[in-house]
Nanobody, 127 residues
């Protein structure tokens, strides 16, 4: 089971950190990804991190602003979001899969049904 901490409302240009906690070893040996879905759009992958080799993938829309990391001791994955803009407003989800590569997980929307998903948390960027 994956549980995202509550997101929130943040002003443009500010930062926010999301966390995703796993239970029952959900994060162990799994590729973990952060996805987001804005109203009227498809869910898209933004940041994904491997458990095996530490590889990371970022979508162009978040590259240079977002940082994904994991703390295996705490069974938690984080998403540090900097320089937020109103276009980052969305429901953010974390997901896990045991065999996906970071690129497959973040890019291929056709495999989303194979992932274990958290419940999602709203992030709103507004002044």
């Amino acid at each position: 089971q994956l549980v995202e901490a509550v997101g929130g409302l943040v002003q443009p240009g500010r930062s926010l950190r999301l966390s995703c906690a796993g239970s029952g070893g959900t994060l162990d040996h799994n590729t973990i990804g952060w996805f987001r879905q804005a109203p009227g759009t498809e869910r898209e992958g933004g940041s994904c991190i491997s458990s095996s080799d530490g590889s990371i993938y970022y979508a162009e829309s978040v590259k240079g602003r977002f940082t994904i990391s994991r703390d295996n001791a705490k069974n938690t994955v984080y998403l540090q979001m900097n320089s937020l803009t109103p276009e980052d407003t969305a429901v953010y989800y974390c997901a896990a899969h045991s065999a996906a590569t970071v690129r497959t997980m973040c890019v291929l929307k056709t495999v989303h049904s194979l992932f274990s998903w958290g419940q999602g948390t709203q992030v709103t960027v507004s002044s």
